[in-house]
């Protein structure tokens, strides 16, 4: 099965950067698609930042373009979202999802595979 795990959250300041990774394992497919979604307290979960593994696109939650970047390692083991220019309103449970037919940051029920999740805070 596939495993994936989040780590890299923390507290930062307003305009600080964080750097978060989800590193997965098991057996999964050479083409699928990878997304970072975030869910604060009492709102629904949202995409921030996806990627194609065949087509090797990204697209980025409006909120987020200019700030986040998703990438992947070389061995695409492992996902990152580089995150600049943090603001509070970003402070968010952080979530790395997998699927191998779904992609996008529309449907995030349809993702098969998550992480646990890695708190994020940003402070005023």
């Known amino acids: 099965d596939v495993q994936l795990v989040e780590s890299g959250g923390g507290l930062v300041q307003a305009g600080g950067s964080l750097r978060l990774s989800c590193a997965t394992s098991g057996n999964y497919f050479s083409n699928y698609c990878m997304a970072w979604f975030r869910q604060a307290p009492g709102k629904e979960r949202e995409g921030v930042a996806g990627?194609?593994?065949?087509?090797?696109?990204?697209v980025y939650a409006d909120s987020v373009k200019g700030r986040f970047t998703i990438s992947r390692d070389n061995a695409e083991t492992t996902l990152y979202l580089q995150m600049d220019s943090l603001k509070p309103e970003d402070t968010a449970m952080y979530y790395c999802?997998?699927?191998?037919?779904?992609?996008?940051?529309?449907?995030?029920?349809?993702?098969?595979?998550w992480g646990q999740g890695t708190q994020v805070t940003v402070s005023s």
């Open positions: 990627i194609d593994s065949s087509r090797g696109t990204t």
């Open positions: 999802a997998l699927d191998r037919w779904v992609c996008g940051l529309q449907n995030a029920q349809a993702y098969k595979h």
